[in-house]
C-alpha cells in the first residue's frame, strides 16, 4: 500500500513538473519600424525622366523639309 501512495505520489510530481507555467504569458511581437522617407518618394521621377525624352526625340527637328 506504501509503494501504491509513493507511486501515485511520483505521478502526480511529474504531471506538474512537466506542465509547464501556471499563467500564460503571451511572447513579445518585435515591433519593425520602416524607416521614414525624407520628402516622399521620387518614384515619379522616372517615368517624367522617359517621358521628356521621348518627347524631344519624336518633335525634334533636324531641318530637312521634303
Do not use: C, H
Amino acid at each position: 500500500m506504501k509503494t501504491l501512495k509513493l507511486a501515485a505520489l511520483g505521478v502526480l510530481a511529474a504531471g506538474q513538473a512537466f506542465a509547464g507555467a501556471v499563467t500564460f504569458v503571451a511572447p513579445e511581437v518585435v515591433a519593425i519600424e520602416e524607416p521614414a522617407r525624407m520628402g516622399g518618394s521620387g518614384a515619379w521621377l522616372i517615368p517624367l525622366v522617359i517621358v521628356a525624352v521621348l518627347a524631344l526625340a519624336l518633335t525634334q527637328d533636324n531641318g530637312n523639309n521634303i
